[in-house]
């Protein structure tokens, strides 16, 4: 008798493929965002949207999860929802000031590429929300390209960041990302290209490594994404194509690598995911985003495991506690 009530303890309360479905939302449940049927497929490795279907009619009739006006979420609150559709169709607006935004970015030297992420990239936008963008430079000008991005946001935006903000630069001949975890993975994937439709598939081939978390996601389709220098590129990076424009990015580097350090040496938010600075990448995030996201979604995993009796893969964990 004892034998069959811990069998029965032991037993998951959940099918895999609830549980599958259940860390896409458990995630998304961070941002308050609820889930579409299709966005939850695509953030799994589910097989088919019919097993996903059913694993998610598992989740509502277990009373785990909650279905409102088309909507998969983890609170029984329509105040999700209606947030939800508010801020899409805000970052509708918001993706025409980007692609405006972008035809001023290509004219910018040694730029190569241009995608959308953080918010706007997950097709939301609310009174907090910049418009950020992912740059990919030519080789060994990221710097000077940087510096152009600088004055444009001064001089044209007056020093605002909300539709102007160059949250992160890498160069053509270091395309792959480091931190293969699920946050970035995440972003990865939903990165929006808004110039140069080639190099952001030169890109995702480079980070072909998301498939290990998200073999279901598509990538956007770059048919209509133009890729042509005009004549102003062309003519700036004509003045930084010598030793001059070699000493320029050098010199750019450590002034920004010398001001980095001062800020560290008082605030306690930089961590190795959240600063990188070097010849070919510009990342430095203030608020320590990654790690309390990565944080957050560690303990809710937790916490489910414990209620459900589950266990989920735990790739990223390794990569995130390294």
């Known amino acids: 008798m004892s034998l069959a009530v811990a069998y029965i303890k032991s037993r998951p309360l959940v099918s895999a493929e609830a549980a599958i479905a259940l860390k896409a939302l458990i995630y998304s449940d961070i941002f308050s965002y609820p889930l579409t049927l299709t966005e939850i497929f695509e953030r799994s490795d589910i097989d088919s949207t019919e097993s996903l279907q059913s694993a998610l009619g598992e989740l509502v009739q277990g009373g785990y999860v909650y279905f409102i006006n088309g909507f998969y979420l983890l609170r029984n609150d329509i105040g999700l929802v209606e947030q939800r559709l508010k801020a899409n169709n805000k970052a509708t607006q918001y993706l025409r000031i980007a692609k405006w935004v972008t035809a001023l970015i290509k004219h910018l030297p040694f730029v190569r590429g241009v995608m959308l992420s953080g918010s706007i990239s997950k097709n939301y936008i609310d009174a ?51 931190h293969r975890t699920y946050y970035s993975a995440m972003e990865i994937i939903t990165l929006i290209p808004t110039y140069n439709g080639k190099t952001y598939r030169i ?120």
């Open 128 to 178: 907090q929300s910049d418009i950020d963008y992912f740059i990919i430079t030519a080789p060994n000008r990221l710097w000077v390209c940087r510096l152009f991005f600088i004055i444009c946001q001064k001089l044209l935006f007056f020093n605002r960041s909300k539709f102007f903000c160059y949250n992160y630069m890498i160069d053509e001949q270091h395309l792959t990302i480091q």
């Open 203 to 322: 890109f995702q081939r480079y980070n072909d490594w998301t498939k290990q978390y998200f073999p279901n996601a598509n990538q956007y389709a770059t048919q209509y994404v133009p890729h042509t220098q005009s004549i102003l590129q062309q003519t700036l990076e004509a003045l930084f194509n010598n030793s001059f424009g070699e000493w320029a990015d050098k010199k750019l580097m450590l002034l920004t690598q010398n001001n980095w350090r001062k800020k560290m040496a008082t605030r306690k938010f930089i961590n190795a995911n959240e600063l990188e600075l070097k010849r070919f990448t510009a990342k430095a995030h203030t608020q320590d985003h990654y790690c309390s996201i990565m944080s957050l979604f560690t303990n809710r995993l937790q916490q489910y495991e414990s209620l459900l009796n589950i266990k989920f893969h735990q790739t990223f964990a390794d990569s995130f506690h390294s």
